[in-house]
């Protein structure tokens, strides 16, 4: 499966103004040469930034934004949520936040796709797992790791993630497409 996308400031090095990246093997652990947690991506930037000080500054002005889905509130489950942190199908995407960083994001980049979400008119919600909860986690937080880049984790809101059907709303997809734009701009 191909879930990351992933947006480096590469205009600093007059290399462009982002990449967008897809990983495989996602959903089995991203431990693969073709997965988040392989080499490929700090391969590729490293031979497009020719040196390691252009990689630094370069990972250092850069924010990655981690594309998955988010879970919803299931009609069916309603309880599996914090009150206040359900996202609702057609309500825009989510910030998806967890206090052991099983998704890598923190307040400012929330506050810069949130910023991101305000300029292009995409409402936007937020995700906080419940605590009492076990939390599942993306390839954010391994890419973030592997390469030190500032993440945020987003997604668009699913009832049945990870089942056999999974639903979402149109409008989520558009949202997301129309605040991603924005973000590249």
Known sequence: MLWLLASFALNA???GEGIVVCNDHEEVGSMSTAGA???FLSSVLARLCENEENLSRMIAS???VSVDNAHAIHPN????HEPSHGPIINAGPVVKINANQRYATNSATSAI???CCTLA????QSFVVRSDIGCGSTIGPITANVLGVRTVDVGVPTFAMHSIR???GRMDAFYLYRVLLQYFK
């Open 121 to 124: 008119d995409v409402p936007v």
């Open 37 to 39: 947690q392989g080499n």
């Open 166 to 168: 999974e639903l979402a």
């Open 77 to 80: 489950f309603p309880d599996k």
């Open 113 to 115: 796709f949130q910023h």
């Open 13 to 15: 090095l007059n290399l």
């Open 62 to 64: 850069s924010l990655m």
